[in-house]
């Protein structure tokens, strides 16, 4: 298996996790096929050190509803990156892989120091 290393440090989540989508799904490789999974591992490292454009911090909300009435739930991104920042940028590359059977597969070489 193939280990990548990214170093978020003085990046933007954007970036980071786009390169880390684009690795996960073995598109750098020239053996690329969108139905086999890669034998790729990516690591994302110094996430404490990563930056955000403009006003996300204090702007940007994220939504989770329960399925009744009344159950949206709102929190914002600086709520939930000092509660959990690995769960942020896990959610971001997530978000970023194709939405389909193989997601759930894909996030689990997804490693987070």
Partial sequence: MTTYEINASNMSMGRVASQAAHYLRGKHLPSFNPRLMPQVEVTISHIENMKFTGQKLAQKVFY???GYHGGLKTRK?????????????RYCVYRMLPKNKSRDKIIRHLKIN
């Fill in 77 to 89: 991104l600086s709520e939930l990156w000092e509660k959990e920042p690995k769960e942020v940028v």
């Fill in 64 to 66: 989770h509803y329960s």
